[in-house]
């Protein structure tokens, strides 16, 4: 990766052109650094998934104006000065959240609302798992389910990352070595009703031994490198669902449901009074370095990149 002078995002049809204030860093901006992730494109390209920022230009009929502030999720080209998007993934934000907290939002939270209200079925009173819970995914389901009415115990490797989900709002928070025993200690024997998941690995034995009966284990990605492999007699023997979470997968031939998805969001925290847990802002340069940390799963929290100065 390297910060270089490219020529101006091209006009296309239906499409807003951002002045990117700052762009969120994404666990599938590292994968496309290795040439890992579902989308390959032919390098040299600008990574970045998801940007805030300013409206310099949108097409009529958008309901977007000229020097609105907005997030949005570009899925590729967001760490540069300026960024087009197709207008559906264009994102009002309100004017109690500061623009670099937006950068950081799209992915994480939009995944997790998606993730527990449709997949997961979560109703209120329920409570929920998290494993990562101190990376940026991990904060976003913590508080996506506090503002569905859940209990939430989250699962982390650290301290750092475990004061991060407390301080998120988690309910309790317990180490990743042995957290089954500490789930049926905290649950009193009945275990949790979700488990929310993007580690895989190892985990998904004992995650689904941490289920009650009709419990749900939502299936978001693989940090550990290691993709697990399901008993299946255990989904029969309590009756559960082990679901896969692909946002983008359903969000993308959907017009309008991103927006929606944005709405109810950000409607959902305000009635909860749930303030976004705000990012550790870089310099542009330092991005190669912060995906490499990424990788090495020693990050705590979002991380954005500044474009201004």
């Known amino acids: 990766m390297a910060v270089e002078e490219v020529p101006e995002p091209t006009p296309a049809p239906g499409t807003v052109l951002i002045g990117t ?10 994968l496309l650094s290795r040439g890992r992730y579902q989308l390959r494109p032919e390098p040299p390209f600008i990574p970045g998934c998801e940007v805030a920022g300013i409206v310099l230009d949108a097409p009529d009929g958008s309901g977007l104006d000229v020097g609105q502030r907005v997030a949005a999720y570009p899925q ?65 389901a913590i508080q996506v389910a506090r503002a569905g009415g859940a209990r939430v115990i989250a699962v982390a490797s650290s301290e750092d990352k475990r004061a991060a989900a407390l301080e998120a709002g ?94 109810d969001l950000m409607a959902s925290f305000a009635a909860a009074g749930i303030t976004p847990v705000p990012p550790r802002v870089v310099p542009l340069d330092d991005i190669p370095a912060e995906l490499e940390a990424m990788e090495r799963r020693s990050l705590t929290g979002k991380v954005v990149a500044s474009l201004q100065g």
């Not at 937006?102 to 009173?125: D, H």
């Not at 488990?195 to 009966?213: E, F």
């Not at 697990?228 to 997968?249: H, K, P, Q, S």
């Open 170 to 263: 988690a309910d309790a928070a317990i180490p990743a070595e042995g957290f089954r025993d500490a789930v049926q200690e905290a649950t009193g024997g009945h275990g949790v009703d979700i488990v929310v998941d993007p580690v895989g690995g190892d985990r998904m034995t004992d995650s689904l031994r941490s289920l009650r009966a009709c419990g749900r284990l939502l299936v978001l990605g693989f940090t550990s490198g290691e993709i697990a492999e399901v008993r299946t007699n255990r989904l029969l023997l309590n009756n559960l669902d082990v679901v896969g979470v692909g946002w983008g997968a359903y969000a993308y031939p959907r017009p309008g449901y991103m927006r929606q998805q944005w709405q």
């Open 21 to 30: 204030s700052a762009a969120g860093l994404a666990f599938p901006d590292l």
């Open 76 to 140: 590729l080209g967001g760490f540069a000065e300026q960024v087009r998007v197709d207008a559906d993934r264009v994102l009002p934000i309100p004017d109690d959240l500061d623009l670099a907290t937006a950068a950081g939002m799209p992915i994480n939270y939009l995944t997790m609302q998606f993730g527990l209200t449709v997949r997961g079925r979560l109703a209120e009173g329920e409570s929920v798992l998290v494993h990562g819970a101190g990376g940026g995914l991990g904060l976003a």
